[in-house]
């Protein structure tokens, strides 16, 4: 069978990384397939660069719309990313009849119920494998390998540039900032960091998994999205001496009035497997309730993990191109017009157990207050330890930490609770408030 010939807008690090293992393993892949699958031409602002790349396999041009405009094409793999111009050249593909391959998380985290219309009624396929967990094959396992579970929900640390940063903090005691740039010399934080410090990132990701696992649309703006920016080391220390460990989850849950979507700072216990995944790397899980919970790990970020995700896609494109539409797995996972319209909660009616971090004036009767207003809101403690703050500890300190774990309760009581608490005169400071997740 003749082989697809594939265009790729945009040779970075990912588009080098894929015509690489493309090059390398073609036979394997080939084998696979059941069709050669073949990068033919290249559209790269940067020409000669992108020459010096792909030799004389390909032809480069610096105008992607003649890769979609050109017959021979048959996938069009868009590596720019963001949501402007990338979003324009995806539907031009897809009016033109080519198939899509995307790492684009944000494009279709925010755009994609106009594009999967778009390419449903174009008859042509929009996959995604690397817009998720890099080169873990969590799209593959959500849509395909769980597929007689109903899901119950989805967890993941899914921003390698945040788990780095945290696992920085955490081994060598540095602080937010020197861990960041050191983040971004390594390659791991995207363009803009604000992306992925903020959670942003994690959203998008948070936001497919929620649409895959549970076949409501993608609904990034009903996310709940908080980073990792007021974390300080001393939050980190408390929860190791708890025994959990900070991480930067995206979690999406069925509950009773809908489906949770949320990214924030959890606590989790530390003998998770889950909570010992280090530095850059990923990990999904994911309760279903006829598999129980699975756990998927390994690189989410990077040339030849992320290429391995774009070309998986490519394969199940060859395989696949000649099925009809109702013969395909569905983009989403459920079949279009089978999507379920169970809404977002809203944060407030999230349930999740805290741990809160009070800076309090050292005398008698503090603890009783707090510990009061956590009465009064119906909020029951699991643990409280007392600690002498970093900086004015020691002898004679008139200033204390006071951690506070309790059990589950309603985010929207939680934050009435901590209004009253805050407003305590011997409450020094802003209460630091993080959510923790059994994962159980
Ligand atoms: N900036 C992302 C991360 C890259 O840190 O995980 C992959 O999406």
Sequence with gaps: MKPIQVGLLGIGTVGTGTFNVLQRNQEEIRRRAGRGIEVTMVADLDVARAQAIVGTHAQVVNDARAVIANPDIDVV??????????????????????????????????????????????????????????????????????????????????????????????????NFDVVLKEAQRL?????????????????????????????????????????????????????????YRIKLLGITKRVAGGVELRVHPCLIPAQRLIANVEGAMNAVMVQGDAVGTTLYYGKGAGAEPTASAVIADLVDIARLAAADEAHRVPHLAFQANAMSDLPVVPMSEVVTSYYLRLSVADEPGVLAKVTGILAQSGISIDAVLQREADKVGGEGATQTDLIILTHDTREGTMNEALALMQALPTVKGPIHRIRKEALA
Excluded: C
């Design 187 to 243: 390659g791991y934080a995207e363009a803009d960091p604000t992306f992925d410090i903020e959670g942003v990132d994690a959203a998008h990701k948070a936001t497919l998994m929620s649409a895959l696992a549970f076949g409501i649309p993608v609904q990034f703006d009903k996310a709940y999205v908080e980073g990792i920016t007021a974390l300080s080391s001393a939050d980190i220390r408390y929860a190791e001496q708890l025994g």
């Design 77 to 174: 793999v868009e590596l720019i990313g963001g949501y402007g111009i990338a979003k324009t050249l995806v539907l031009e593909a897809i009016a033109a009849g080519k198939h899509v391959v995307t790492a684009n998380k944000a494009l279709l985290a925010v755009h994609g119920t106009e594009i999967f219309a778009a390419a449903s009624a174009k008859g042509v396929m929009v996959a995604f494998e690397a817009a998720v967990a890099g080169g873990i094959p969590i799209i593959k396992a959500l849509r395909e390998g769980l597929t007689a579970n109903r899901i119950q929900w989805v967890a993941g640390i899914i921003n390698g540039t945040t788990n780095f940063i945290l696992s920085e903090m955490r081994d060598k005691g540095l």
